[in-house]
């Protein structure tokens, strides 16, 4: 099946004042997430991914080697990826729910405790790559980093929050000052109903 590229939840221009410009917005969802897509559906004509769900083809993918696996799999994961963050931001982020506030104080300490980790971890990730709050099988709360378009499907977690911090994300509006775009995105865009909703 053919893959589209979603459309953004908000207006190109609603993130603005939370810090996500809509030059950012127009580079990053309607040329770079429109590329992953194209791509992907280039490359799956005639294989065997061709009609699978896009959550089968990165895991299916995932680690393959052969040449041809490894561009599937790039393609098909930054698409995954991207149409989670999308949606894990706001224009209206509101207060952290109740639910999700105890949870990251009990597995973190305290909810700044948790935004200081997470940012540690996509300041820490060397290159292109993402950061994750994530479900583990056994049902903990956990900060991951991973490195270009690897997600959580890969390890079999679920993913709560994500942050893009390939280049891309942020420097239009960031320039190379990767720490600041982080802490904006935790303090200013995080859609933490939606965080809560997929615990």
């Known amino acids: 099946m053919a893959f589209t590229l979603p459309d953004l939840p908000y207006s190109h221009d609603a993130l603005a004042a ?3 410009s809509r030059e950012t917005l127009e580079y990053h969802h309607d040329k770079h997430h429109k590329a992953y897509v194209d791509k992907l559906n280039e490359l799956i004509q005639g294989t065997e991914w061709e009609t699978a769900s896009l959550e089968d083809i990165v895991r299916g993918t995932y680690q393959k080697g052969a040449v041809a696996q490894n561009g599937i799999f790039n393609n098909a994961s930054q698409h995954w990826n991207h149409a989670q963050f999308w949606e894990m931001m706001s224009p209206n982020p509101g207060a952290i729910p109740g639910s999700l ?5 009990d597995s973190f300490g305290s909810v700044d405790a948790f935004k200081k980790k997470f ?3 996509g300041v820490g ?3 292109s790559g993402w950061a994750w709050l994530v479900k583990t099988a056994d049902g903990r709360l956990d900060i991951t ?3 270009n378009g690897v997600n959580p499907l890969c390890f079999g977690q679920t993913a709560l ?12 509006d960031f320039r190379n000052a990767r720490p600041k775009y982080l802490e904006n995105f935790l303090n200013n865009l995080v859609n933490w109903e939606n965080v809560a909703a997929r615990m």
């Open 125 to 127: 990730q060397f290159g």
């Open 18 to 20: 939370g810090g996500m």
């Open 161 to 172: 929050l994500g942050c893009d911090v390939w280049e891309h994300s942020y420097y239009i």
């Open 119 to 121: 940012a540690e971890a």
């Open 145 to 147: 980093k991973t490195e």
């Open 101 to 105: 506030e105890s949870a990251l104080k």
